[in-house]
């Protein structure tokens, strides 16, 4: 019986050692949990291997009629491992001030919105998601680091967890280099 307890507490170390050793592999851009605007935790590991569009967005903005081609661009890129996440921020002109229920309801009604949403979170500032800060430190092209400017900011990690590019809020999503920089993204194994 000791023998059985011994061996069962190696075979509980080893497999403790082995999720250590998973956690590690996690890219960095990819080691947050967050939570959808339904309210749950989504561990951002979970799209790994996936090329993600990360946008912060407002409902009462100019630039809100992107919500459009963010739609069709994940349409368009989605079974090809595209996927988009969008965080409403009501950090710039307080143009996000509804709940988790009214932006749901407003991007599902006037544009069709399928991607996955998240919770309003702040993008700068001491009170910015840690996701964001992390995001906002990086040196990325073609924009570079820094406080987000405005909504709709858009940053690219790449299927192996990399930040790539960061394009500045007027960048529509059906712009020329945005395009490219998903599709050499989405090529890469």
């Known amino acids: 019986m000791v023998r059985f307890l011994a061996l069962l507490g190696v075979v509980a170390m080893s497999v403790s050692a082995l999720a250590v050793d998973n956690d590690k592999k996690v ?32 409902s ?6 992107q919500y459009e081609g963010l739609q069709g661009l994940y349409e368009k890129y989605k079974d090809k491992g595209l996927v988009i996440l ?67 900011e858009k940053f690219l990690i790449g299927r192996d967890g990399k930040v790539v590019g960061r394009f500045a809020p007027p960048t529509s999503p059906d712009a020329d280099d945005l395009v490219k920089a998903i599709e050499e993204q989405l090529s890469a194994k």
């Open 27 to 58: 890219p960095a851009s990819l080691a947050f949990k967050m939570d959808s605007i339904d309210g749950k935790k989504v561990d951002l590991a979970s799209y790994q291997g996936k090329v993600i569009l990360v946008v912060n967005v407002a």
């Open 60 to 65: 009462q903005c100019g630039l809100t009629g």
């Open 86 to 152: 969008g965080f409403p921020c009501n950090q710039f002109g307080s143009q996000e001030p509804g709940s988790a229920e009214e932006i749901k309801s407003f991007c599902t009604k006037n544009y069709g919105v399928t991607f996955d949403m998240f919770a309003k979170v702040d993008v700068n500032g001491d009170k910015a998601a840690d996701f964001y800060k992390h995001l906002t430190s990086l040196e990325t092209k073609p924009k570079g680091s820094g406080k987000v400017s405005w909504n709709f």
